[in-house]
């Protein structure tokens, strides 16, 4: 009997230590971990916590739930490489930059760089290859994991959950960025054939361009991107279904990656920051089914959410913020202080309702030299259009509460208001401190096609 009793002693003691390793761990830390969780090309309006009807993304909105929705988070470029790069150093873009290729100065200052001085285990995990290898490529020997590949979304999150269970007994920081709602739409039929009878989207049928277009000043504009179009279809609701349908499996992997963190006992000590580097034109403008050229708002305004329970409120903040306000957000909430120079402001304040807007005026910058850009209000963007356009005038303004659709261009009725935000535009322009790049010079001819048929390449 008194063996039995010895015997069931120190099992309870080996589970009691069991638990301890998994919760208690964790529990008594007192640095959280930092998690970001990026779909690329990702527009809220396609987003069930955003209001879409279509059920692309219960995970997601399960976090939502959880945490701070915001409204109108606007990105500070409408394509991949100079989003990340302002994101990830809180600096507004390079004006110069003027197609892909382009990696970051890896002396400049960026999270990364700060979370790894303050203790942090650094990772990322993506398959955005080859872009964000290029764009982030200086930073490989910062990240203690730089992982990017071409698998599917479900592979990077299986080896992001496995570092994590590597890694996990001191903080650290997680890039999960994921590829596979970006063009050209590669969903598998499962996540996305509900979407196809559904009639939630027009069919309308476009001409699918003659060439790959990229060099055309108008590349995806008026027909269908060859590279985009399947079978010969030119129903522009079919495209919208894939594109939906990645946004399924991009969710379903994102569930798995949050109840990984369930599972090991993180959830409660862990900041997630999930957000999309740039929305996508789906035909508005007739604009079809990429970014990169334009700024408007379907391609601008992102999804941003902040979850860390018990720490931060729900809630839904509808003023409008800039994503290189993440960067100072995440050094206020570790209470982490340097003389760095950041662009960005923390949105601490706003969320604490220690004041009513943070930023009254957001700045974006689309693709080419010399570069169209755009100031924007919660009621106004004026669009500059620094080169001339085949249909598309110098300068476009729009009233964002009237006409959210952006049809009616009021810049030669409303000139007052013009002149004013012109005047801020180019102060913005002359004065904001932006991020520096090199120009990656050993990109293979194929990673140069690669990009050319995302339209990073003119």
């Given at each position: 009997?008194?063996?039995?009793?010895?015997?069931?002693?120190?099992?309870?003691?080996?589970?009691?230590?069991?638990?301890?390793?998994?919760?208690?761990?964790?529990?008594?830390?007192?640095?959280?971990?930092?998690?970001?969780?990026?779909?690329?090309?990702?527009?809220?309006?396609?987003?069930?916590?955003?209001?879409?009807?279509?059920?692309?993304?219960?995970?997601?909105?399960?976090?939502?739930e959880r945490g701070i929705l915001f409204k109108q988070a606007?990105?500070?470029?409408?394509?991949?490489?100079?989003?990340?790069?302002?994101?990830?150093?809180?600096?507004?873009?390079?004006?110069?930059?003027?197609?892909?290729?382009?990696?970051?100065?890896?002396?400049?200052?960026?999270?990364?760089?700060?979370?790894?001085?303050?203790?942090?285990?650094?990772?990322?995990?993506?398959?955005?290859?080859?872009?964000?290898?290029?764009?982030?490529?200086?930073?490989?020997?910062?990240?203690?994991?730089?992982?990017?590949?071409?698998?599917?979304?479900?592979?990077?999150?299986?080896?992001?959950?496995?570092?994590?269970?590597?890694?996990?007994?001191?903080?650290?920081?997680?890039?999960?960025?994921?590829?596979?709602?970006?063009?050209?739409?590669?969903?598998?039929?499962?996540?996305?054939?509900?979407?196809?009878?559904?009639?939630?989207?027009?069919?309308?049928?476009?001409?699918?361009?003659?060439?790959?277009?990229?060099?055309?000043?108008?590349?995806?504009?008026?027909?269908?991107?060859?590279?985009?179009?399947?079978?010969?279809?030119?129903?522009?609701?079919?495209?919208?279904?894939?594109?939906?349908?990645?946004?399924?499996?991009?969710?379903?992997?994102?569930?798995?990656?949050?109840?990984?963190?369930?599972?090991?006992?993180?959830?409660?000590?862990?900041?997630?920051?999930?957000?999309?580097?740039?929305?996508?034109?789906?035909?508005?403008?007739?604009?079809?089914?990429?970014?990169?050229?334009?700024?408007?708002?379907?391609?601008?305004?992102?999804?941003?959410?902040?979850?860390?329970?018990?720490?931060?409120?729900?809630?839904?903040?509808?003023?409008?913020?800039?994503?290189?306000?993440?960067?100072?957000?995440?050094?206020?909430i570790l209470k982490i202080k340097n003389n760095l120079h950041?662009?960005?402001?923390?949105?601490?304040?706003?969320?604490?309702?220690?004041?009513?807007?943070?930023?009254?005026?957001?700045?974006?910058?689309?693709?080419?030299?010399?570069?169209?850009?755009?100031?924007?209000?919660?009621?106004?963007?004026?669009?500059?259009?620094?080169?001339?356009?085949?249909?598309?005038?110098?300068?476009?303004?729009?009233?964002?509460?009237?006409?959210?659709?952006?049809?009616?261009?009021?810049?030669?009725?409303?000139?007052?208001?013009?002149?004013?935000?012109?005047?801020?535009?180019?102060?913005?322009?002359?004065?904001?401190?932006?991020?520096?790049?090199?120009?990656?010079?050993?990109?293979?001819?194929?990673?140069?096609?690669?990009?050319?048929?995302?339209?990073?390449?003119?």
């Amino acid at each position: 009997m008194k063996t039995n009793k010895k015997y069931f002693i120190a099992v309870f003691i080996v589970v009691l230590l069991s638990v301890y390793a998994v919760f208690g761990f964790h529990a008594g830390r007192s640095k959280p971990n930092v998690i970001f969780i990026t779909l690329d090309a990702l527009r809220p309006d396609h987003l069930n916590c955003y209001g879409y009807k279509r059920n692309t993304s219960p995970n997601i909105g399960a976090l939502a739930e959880r945490g701070i929705l915001f409204k109108q988070a606007i990105s500070q470029a409408s394509w991949t490489c100079p989003s990340v790069s302002s994101i990830i150093s809180s600096l507004y873009p390079d004006h110069e930059i003027r197609e892909g290729g382009y990696s970051l100065n890896p002396k400049d200052d960026n999270l990364v760089r700060i979370l790894k001085s303050n203790g942090y285990a650094t990772a990322i995990f993506s398959n955005a290859k080859p872009v964000l290898d290029i764009t982030l490529g200086g930073l490989k020997d910062v990240f203690d994991v730089f992982s990017i590949s071409s698998l599917r979304a479900d592979a990077i999150v299986r080896s992001a959950n496995k570092w994590v269970a590597e890694n996990d007994r001191k903080p650290f920081f997680l890039w999960v960025y994921l590829y596979d709602t970006h063009l050209p739409y590669n969903a598998q039929p499962g996540y996305f054939t509900e979407f196809l009878s559904d009639n939630m989207h027009p069919h309308v049928n476009v001409s699918i361009t003659p060439d790959d277009g990229v060099k055309n000043e108008h590349f995806s504009f008026g027909s269908l991107p060859r590279h985009v179009a399947e079978n010969g279809i030119t129903d522009t609701s079919y495209y919208i279904a894939k594109y939906d349908g990645g946004i399924r499996f991009a969710d379903e992997q994102v569930g798995l990656l949050l109840k990984a963190l369930e599972d090991r006992g993180l959830k409660d000590n862990t900041l997630i920051i999930f957000f999309s580097d740039h929305g996508e034109s789906l035909t508005e403008h007739k604009f079809f089914f990429n970014h990169t050229h334009f700024l408007y708002e379907d391609l601008i305004r992102v999804p941003l959410i902040i979850v860390f329970p018990g720490k931060m409120p729900r809630m839904v903040i509808e003023k409008q913020v800039q994503l290189i306000n993440i960067v100072p957000t995440v050094r206020g909430i570790l209470k982490i202080k340097n003389n760095l120079h950041m662009e960005g402001k923390s949105l601490l304040p706003l969320i604490e309702e220690k004041m009513d807007q943070l930023d009254a005026y957001t700045f974006s910058e689309a693709a080419y030299r010399p570069s169209p850009m755009c100031i924007r209000t919660e009621d106004w963007k004026l669009i500059h259009n620094r080169r001339p356009r085949n249909k598309y005038p110098e300068l476009e303004l729009y009233n964002l509460k009237a006409d959210p659709q952006e049809l009616h261009n009021l810049a030669d009725t409303r000139l007052e208001i013009v002149a004013s935000l012109a005047k801020r535009l180019k102060e913005w322009q002359q004065t904001a401190k932006t991020c520096s790049f090199s120009l990656k010079q050993d990109i293979s001819q194929h990673e140069k096609e690669k990009l050319r048929s995302l339209g990073y390449f003119e």
